[in-house]
């Protein structure tokens, strides 16, 4: 982690961040817990698969991928992590990190340390209430994510995941109408829908083609938001 940071009045991930809600803290609490965010370069690996648990992350900017090798020498992306996101949480149940996290393009990410985050949950209800809320909001996603990627065809796959990417960003503040940027290469969101580069791009074509998707390079609109959902509800 580098060692500058900045203040958390500037953080983007402003109301999602697990101390957002003005919780008390007395200051040298809030130095064992966290470190206020640090620039982690598109590239860089924040952490390393079979690691020991030592801290959970906030994306406060940006978007951190998790991937792992197989056996036969593929690559899986088990998911994209944008502003808001808790990482590291499924190393609670082994106390490992289960896959590396990478930052696909420049972000920003606070850490809490673990240990101390526990200690302080014991007392404080209100932060351990807003640590189980981001839990089973992992949770509940990872069980969406399951339904939708072995429910849909690859053209509806597709679409789904932009819908997730659009909603995830716009939550930030962003109009439904105001182009968003992909910030992750297309080679890896193939990886992580399970299909080739070739597949996912003759789907995407298939999307834009059918007026459900508008994409220019690395940004991207839905005309209509709603008829999207729509058409990816399982």
């Given at each position: 982690?580098?060692?500058?940071?900045?203040?958390?009045?500037?953080?983007c991930?402003g109301?999602?961040?697990?101390?957002?809600?003005?919780l008390t803290?007395?200051?040298?609490?809030?130095?064992r817990?966290?470190?206020?965010h640090?620039?982690?370069?598109?590239?860089?690996?924040?952490?390393?698969?079979?690691?020991?648990?030592?801290?959970?992350?906030?994306?406060?900017?940006?978007?951190?991928?998790?991937?792992r090798d197989?056996?036969?020498?593929?690559?899986?992306i088990?998911?994209?992590?944008?502003?808001?996101?808790?990482?590291g949480?499924?190393?609670?149940?082994?106390d490992?990190?289960?896959?590396?996290?990478?930052?696909?393009?420049?972000?920003?990410?606070?850490?809490?340390?673990?240990?101390?985050?526990?200690?302080?949950?014991?007392?404080?209800?209100?932060?351990?209430?807003?640590?189980?809320?981001?839990?089973?909001?992992?949770?509940?996603?990872?069980?969406?994510?399951?339904?939708?990627?072995?429910?849909?065809?690859?053209?509806?796959?597709?679409?789904?995941?932009?819908?997730?990417?659009?909603?995830?960003?716009?939550?930030?503040?962003?109009?439904?109408?105001?182009?968003?940027?992909?910030?992750?290469?297309?080679?890896?969101?193939?990886?992580y829908?399970?299909?080739?580069?070739?597949?996912?791009?003759?789907?995407?074509?298939?999307?834009?083609?059918?007026?459900?998707?508008?994409?220019?390079?690395?940004?991207f609109?839905?005309?209509?938001?709603?008829?999207?959902?729509?058409?990816t509800?399982?």
């Amino acid at each position: 982690m580098p060692a500058s940071v900045t203040a958390c009045d500037t953080c983007c991930a402003g109301d999602l961040c697990l101390f957002a809600e003005g919780l008390t803290v007395g200051a040298g609490e809030w130095e064992r817990i966290v470190q206020p965010h640090g620039e982690v370069r598109a590239g860089r690996r924040l952490y390393q698969r079979n690691s020991p648990l030592k801290y959970i992350y906030l994306v406060c900017s940006g978007c951190i991928k998790t991937q792992r090798d197989t056996p036969d020498g593929s690559l899986v992306i088990s998911g994209f992590h944008l502003p808001g996101d808790l990482l590291g949480i499924d190393a609670i149940n082994n106390d490992r990190y289960t896959a590396d996290a990478v930052a696909t393009v420049d972000s920003e990410v606070c850490r809490f340390d673990y240990a101390q985050l526990l200690t302080h949950c014991a007392s404080h209800p209100k932060i351990a209430a807003k640590m189980m809320t981001h839990v089973t909001r992992y949770a509940a996603r990872k069980d969406e994510e399951l339904a939708w990627t072995m429910g849909l065809n690859a053209q509806r796959r597709v679409l789904r995941f932009f819908l997730r990417l659009h909603d995830s960003i716009c939550l930030q503040g962003r109009s439904d109408r105001e182009t968003v940027r992909i910030p992750m290469r297309k080679q890896d969101i193939a990886h992580y829908l399970r299909m080739t580069p070739e597949t996912f791009s003759r789907n995407l074509a298939a999307l834009r083609r059918d007026g459900l998707l508008e994409l220019q390079k690395n940004h991207f609109v839905f005309p209509d938001r709603g008829l999207a959902h729509a058409i990816t509800q399982i």
